[in-house]
C-alpha cells in the first residue's frame, strides 16, 4: 500500500506546487484564524488554482461557525475538510464533503473519538490534547495507533528525521507534516519538503508498503 503524504500548513502558491512536485499526495489549508498558518479565502483560492492535477486540497477547521465555513467552501474549492476540535459527527457530515477527523492522542480516549465518526474518509492521529488545536510538533507513541490502517493519517512531531520509522511501525494510509519542513511558520522550506518525502519513498522501497 502506497502511503499518501500530506504537506499541511501551506500558505504560498510555490510551496503547494513544489510539495506536489516533491511527492505530496494532498497539501493542508489552515482557516482557523489563530494559528499563524492561517490563510485567507482568496489566498487559499489562488494556492489551489496554482496547483498540478491530481493533488487533493484540504481545509482545516476548529470549531468553526458553520455558517463560516460555508462562506469558505463558497469561494474556496476544496477536496476534504479536516475537523481539529471538538465537532460532533453530524456537524461535519452536514458540509456535504469528505472529511477527516482530527484525534488528539494526548489523554482523553482516542477509541472513543473513531467510534463517533464512522463516517470521518480518515482519523488524523495528532499528538495534541484532545480538541486543541495541534500543529505544535508534538509526536505521541506510535504504539497507540488505531489498528483501522486505512483510515489512519499520522501526524505531530513527523520530520524528515523519524517519519520512515513511523510508517514502518504504523504502516498508515497517510503521513502529514507541517512544522518539521518550515523555515518559519507557514513558510515551507524546499529541502525539508524533498527529504520528508524521500523519506516516505525510501522506506517503502525497502518494506515493499
Known amino acids: 500500500m502506497h502511503t499518501r503524504i500530506k504537506i499541511c500548513?501551506?500558505?504560498?502558491?510555490?510551496?503547494?506546487?513544489?510539495?506536489?512536485?516533491?511527492?505530496?499526495?494532498?497539501?493542508?489549508?489552515?482557516?482557523?484564524?489563530?494559528s499563524p498558518r492561517a490563510v485567507s479565502p482568496h489566498q487559499a483560492a489562488q494556492i489551489i488554482a496554482a496547483l498540478p492535477p491530481l493533488v487533493v486540497a484540504v481545509g482545516l477547521f476548529l470549531d468553526a461557525e458553520p455558517q463560516a465555513v460555508r462562506e469558505i467552501l463558497a469561494v474556496v474549492p476544496l477536496d476534504v475538510l479536516q475537523f481539529h476540535g471538538s465537532e460532533p459527527a453530524d456537524y461535519c457530515t452536514s458540509f456535504g464533503r469528505r472529511y477527516m477527523k482530527s484525534v488528539g492522542m494526548a489523554g482523553g480516549d482516542p477509541w472513543a473519538v473513531a467510534a463517533a465518526h464512522p463516517r470521518a474518509s480518515a482519523l488524523l492521529l495528532d499528538g495534541h490534547a484532545p480538541g486543541a488545536a495541534g500543529g505544535s510538533g508534538e509526536s505521541f507513541d506510535w504504539g497507540q495507533a488505531l489498528p483501522d490502517s486505512h483510515r489512519i493519517i499520522i501526524a505531530g512531531g513527523l520530520g524528515p528525521d523519524n517519519v520512515a520509522e513511523a510508517v514502518r511501525k504504523t504502516r498508515p494510509w497517510g503521513v502529514d507534516c507541517s512544522s518539521a519542513v518550515e523555515s518559519a511558520p507557514g513558510i515551507k522550506d524546499d529541502h525539508q519538503v524533498a527529504a520528508f518525502t524521500e523519506e516516505v519513498y525510501r522506506v517503502q522501497r525497502h518494506t515493499g508498503h
Not at 19 to 32: M, N, Q, Y
Open 9 to 34: 500548513g501551506i500558505t504560498r502558491p510555490d510551496d503547494g506546487v513544489f510539495a506536489a512536485e516533491a511527492g505530496a499526495d494532498a497539501i493542508g489549508l489552515v482557516f482557523h484564524e489563530a
